[in-house]
């Protein structure tokens, strides 16, 4: 990093000599410099000697991808146990590892009859303490007519404009009956359904076997929720979808027979999309195995869906991410500390290892980012898909239309690497992460890269050769995000006979300038900056 003093115009950032990938395409040096300025893409080309700026980054041949999007991802959220992460040590994380926005879940309980107050109270667990950029979806649980018909649109007004579904969970699962009419409204109203697919009932009567059987060791989690349950679960939400004409996203997708579906779904032109994760590319099922020294160590391996079998069923998972199977890939970062009596050991409070007890999920947003990365070295995917499928894509899908992309006009959001052949590999410790968590599940993995720079609107956040994070957690915004992400051409099917939905359709969200001018006011007061998503 140095600074450059030619004439011209002056931009606030430089970067040079990079080769810039898309989801389809790279831009070699000399065309691939780009100013930025207010926080914004200004131009790019071959641009040095044209601009002056305040400040260059050199990016030495190196490429030069759009920062990363990861839009599954759980913070100060009260789940099954206490997440270990809260805006602030899991903003961190994301941008020491490449990441430069995150939609993180605002939660209905069952017993909540208004989803307004929830969003309104996760906005201020966000506020000020954001190292990158943010958005929420809604997790409904108790989707009531009134939130259907007068609350949804209401959050699409607001920007959140995607909710998740669970088929399973006692606490927070739905009927299919709820689901269905929870689609009428997300159809109409261009909202981003997500979907966890796995049967309920399947895994209750597995684990009442289990635990007569006096199973209860963390390995058994994995047992307990077997790639059927999977299988069923994902090939009746497609259904569902059919049914209703409505467009859904998949996530955390774990299994071979689950992407066949979504594959032959697809084939028939069918508005079904799907997300996995690095745990189901990198992780199998004998993590939850003892270890020699600590027979509850496999409850860092704890998530659902589990972690699967073999070696082939990794492979198929990256092949239907090159084959364009999987839309997306996110962290689905959930994490609890290990040695904590309120984070895995949760399932050791009766002194002996109930599987069922163990909070579910594993920390990963840091790791996302390279972890795709190292995909590419390894032969998997091209780099324009690695670009795809952490930045491009999950920003088309729900809406974040400033994002995911390197084009003049787009949020100045960057991810800078090393020169592979300059970068000295190493195995991954957690002492090297930024989290908050006492583990990763990703120990001892090797890396052939990691994000050199993080830059979010401009900033250069994230200088792992200079200070680590560089930013600060009163930068990120809340994003307002846009409707209809996933709509697609129409298949062939037809429907005739789909009811009319009650609720109201908002106009467009609010224009940009006014929205800015706003947000500039907020931000001056003290109050929670928004940046539009037009
Ligand atoms: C995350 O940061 C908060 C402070 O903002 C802290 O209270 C919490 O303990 C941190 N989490 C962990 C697991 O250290
Ligand atoms: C693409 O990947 C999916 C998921 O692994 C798989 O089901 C499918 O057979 C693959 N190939 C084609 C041509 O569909
Ligand atoms: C963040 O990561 C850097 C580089 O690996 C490390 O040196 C530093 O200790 C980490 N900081 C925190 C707060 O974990
Ligand atoms: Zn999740």
């Given at each position: 990093m140095g600074s450059y003093t030619p004439s011209g115009p002056e931009c606030d950032l430089l970067i040079t000599n990079g080769v810039i990938v898309s989801a389809s395409d790279l831009i070699y040096p000399p065309a691939s410099d780009i100013a930025i300025k207010n926080g914004k893409i200004l131009c790019i080309g071959s641009l040095q000697g044209l601009f002056s700026a305040q400040k260059v980054v050199d990016a030495d041949g190196a490429y030069v991808t759009p920062g990363g999007v990861d839009t599954h991802v759980h913070l100060d959220q009260h789940i099954n146990g206490a997440l270990g992460d809260n805006f602030e040590n899991g903003t961190r994380s994301a941008i020491a590892g490449g990441t430069t926005s995150v939609i993180t879940f605002a939660f209905q309980q069952k017993?909540?009859?208004?989803v307004l107050p929830v969003v309104e109270a996760y906005h201020k667990k966000a506020a000020g303490l954001s190292y990158c950029d943010y958005s929420f979806h809604m997790i409904l649980t108790n989707p009531t007519k009134t939130i259907v018909e007068e609350e949804l649109p209401i959050l699409v007004e607001q920007g959140i404009t995607s909710v998740k579904l669970y088929m399973t969970y006692d606490p927070i699962k739905l009927r299919d009956r709820q689901i269905l009419d929870i689609m009428l409204a997300t159809r109409a109203l261009g909202m981003t359904t997500m979907i966890h697919a796995e049967n309920s009932d399947m895994i209750d009567l597995v684990i009442e076997q289990l635990y007569a059987q006096k199973k209860g060791d963390p390995y058994y989690h994995a047992i307990s929720r077997p790639k059927v349950a999977e299988d069923e679960a994902t090939y009746r939400a497609i259904s569902l979808a059919q049914l209703m004409d409505t467009p859904i996203l998949l996530v955390h997708i774990s299994s071979a027979v689950a992407a066949a579906h979504i594959r032959k779904a697809q084939t028939k032109l069918l508005p079904i999309h799907a997300e996995t994760c690095p745990q189901y590319l990198y992780l199998l099922k004998d993590g939850l195995r003892a270890s020699e020294h600590d027979p509850?160590?496999?409850?860092?391996?704890?998530?659902?869906?589990p972690l699967r079998d073999s070696q082939a069923d990794l492979d198929a998972l990256w092949e239907g991410i090159a084959n364009g199977t999987f839309t997306t890939v996110s962290s689905d970062h959930c994490p609890f500390s290990y040695n904590h009596p309120l984070g895995k050991q949760l399932g050791m409070a009766t002194g002996e290892s109930r599987f069922t007890d163990i909070p579910n999920g594993l920390p990963g947003v840091e790791t996302r980012v390279p972890l795709l990365y190292k995909g590419v070295q390894d032969g998997k995917i091209t780099i324009q898909k690695y670009v795809e499928v952490a930045s491009t894509n999950p920003a088309r899908l729900y809406g974040l239309s400033t994002k995911g992309t390197i084009a003049a006009?787009?949020?100045a959001d960057l991810c800078v690497w090393y020169p592979d052949a300059k970068f000295e590999s190493f195995e991954l410790q957690n002492d090297m992460l930024n989290h908050s968590i006492d583990y990763t599940p990703f120990e001892g993995v090797k890396f052939g890269n990691w994000p050199r720079y993080t830059i979010s609107r401009g900033q250069v956040v994230w200088d792992r050769d200079g200070g680590g994070v560089v930013g600060t957690k009163s930068h990120g915004k809340f994003v307002k995000r846009i409707k209809n992400g996933l709509k697609q051409p129409r298949g062939r099917f037809e429907n005739e006979w789909i009811p009319e939905y009650k609720g109201r359709i908002p106009a467009k969200p609010a224009a940009a300038a006014p929205e800015l001018a706003k947000a500039k006011e907020a931000t001056a007061a003290g109050g929670v900056g928004v940046v539009n998503g037009v």
């Open positions: 017993t909540e009859e208004s509850f160590s496999g409850a860092k391996c704890v998530c659902s869906p006009g787009y949020d």
